[in-house]
């Protein structure tokens, strides 16, 4: 029993010894660094696009309605177009 004891013990050290503090070290610091550089710059990237994009003012929708409103009370009387030219919204 004193030889098992003894390779018990020696296991117990060795065990103690193995599990030494492991960080994620150098490659963990890299790894998390380079995925927020990448994230700074996708962020950078997409408010660059979302400050492209025009969205219109209520007034100007209002206007556009008023103004289609407008225009389709007064062709409803008016004769039907048979030219076969495009109009400006591309159909004929």
């Given at each position: 029993m004193t030889e098992f004891?003894?390779?018990v013990a020696a296991a117990?050290?060795?065990a103690a010894?193995?599990?030494a503090p492991i960080g994620p070290g150098l490659i963990g610091f890299l790894v998390?660094?380079?995925i927020g550089l990448a994230l700074?710059?996708?962020v950078k990237s997409m408010n660059k696009q979302i400050s492209k994009i025009q969205v219109p003012h209520e007034a100007e929708l209002r206007k556009a309605e008023r103004e289609k409103a407008?225009?389709?009370g007064s062709t409803s009387?008016?004769?039907p177009?048979?030219?076969s030219e495009p109009r400006a919204d591309g159909s004929r």
């Open positions: 004891a003894a390779h117990a050290q060795g010894a193995a599990a998390v660094a380079a700074y710059f996708l407008g225009h389709a009387a008016a004769a177009d048979t030219s």
